[in-house]
């Protein structure tokens, strides 16, 4: 999962298919790498089509995995090694051999969505650059109006955002009410987090808030605003619930109750703030990795790497 504020990142990748931006049918899916036992690239493409499964999103280049996703139909988000980013960022020669390894060969045969890292002096047609941030780069978030970026990030963010909001490009925003919730849970209500409350729990002036996903999304354009970045896109390339790793906070139940309501929601009308755009949504994760940190970092899941469930959702 991504950290408080990871590296920069490109966004909605358009190298020779423009994929579009009103576009918003089919899900979304993290799919991770760091496991011993994983199945083979072949398998999962097969897996992510009978699935309906659209989009992913890969934290790293993989040519075995790239090659299984040729003429798939799969749109893909694709990520850098942490350890390259500084390199890629200040070496133009190796930044360039990295585009020339793991992109150009497959941009007939792939459309990718998204490039996660800093490729802004490529003339490779139209690649938005973006920032991956966790949502605590917000320094409050609820209600959403009051959504504004911490004073230690705020000046990297704003001259990022600038440049979003002069190109037309989204911005990168990861997401867990998990994490939220399991640091307050006797003030923050169940329901609330899971997308499974009848009544409205956060109020903001007109607006009503039943669920915290949507009180997360729309205090990043608040504080987008605040920098005069409002029409940056928000796109959540990370969310989702653990089961197993962290007692009666991680059963199976609710992270497949979380999970599905999330999916539904996701394609439903929007949020209260922006209620005619669907957020563009990645669930975290495909697989449970074992070489993950022990404990929630490995289950989050939704198939184990036999393929099987571990808990039905309905895609």
Request: charged share 15%.
């Amino acid at each position: 999962m991504a950290s408080f504020l990871p590296s920069i990142s490109i966004m909605c990748v358009l190298i020779v298919h423009l994929s579009s931006h009103a576009d918003c049918g089919g899900i979304r899916i993290n799919y991770g790498l760091l496991g011993d036992n994983l199945p083979p690239p072949d398998q999962v493409v097969t897996l992510l089509k009978s699935r309906n499964i659209s989009r992913i999103r890969l934290f790293s280049p993989d040519l075995n995995v790239l090659n299984a996703l040729q003429n798939s139909g799969i749109q893909v988000i694709i990520g850098t090694f942490n350890q390259d980013i500084a390199t890629l960022a200040g070496d133009i020669n190796f930044a360039k051999a990295w585009v020339q390894t793991n992109i150009i060969p497959y941009t007939q045969t792939i459309t990718f969505r998204c490039i996660s890292i800093a490729l802004q002096f490529f003339s490779l047609g139209r690649i938005p650059v973006s920032t991956a941030v966790g949502i605590y780069a917000l320094a409050s978030s609820s209600p959403p109006s009051t959504g504004d970026f911490s004073g230690d990030v705020k000046p990297a963010i704003q001259q990022i955002a600038g440049f979003l909001a002069n190109n037309g490009f989204p911005l990168l925003i990861t997401a867990y009410p998990y994490f939220t919730y399991i640091h307050e849970p006797s003030s923050i209500q169940l329901p609330y987090v899971l997308f499974t409350s009848p009544d409205v729990v956060v109020r903001d002036g007109s607006l009503g808030y039943k669920n915290m996903f949507d009180v997360m999304v729309d205090a990043v354009y608040s504080a987008l605003e605040k920098i005069s970045a409002g029409d940056v896109e928000v796109v959540i390339c990370e969310s989702g619930w653990p089961w197993q790793g962290n007692g009666n906070f991680t059963m199976i139940e609710l992270a497949q109750t979380y999970n599905q309501n999330l999916m539904n929601h996701v394609h439903g009308s929007g949020t209260p703030k922006r209620p005619y755009k669907n957020v563009e949504t990645y669930v975290f994760a495909l697989f449970n990795e074992d070489r993950k940190n022990p404990g929630v970092e490995q289950h989050f899941g939704l198939f184990n790497p036999d393929m099987t469930e571990v808990y039905h959702v309905d895609f």
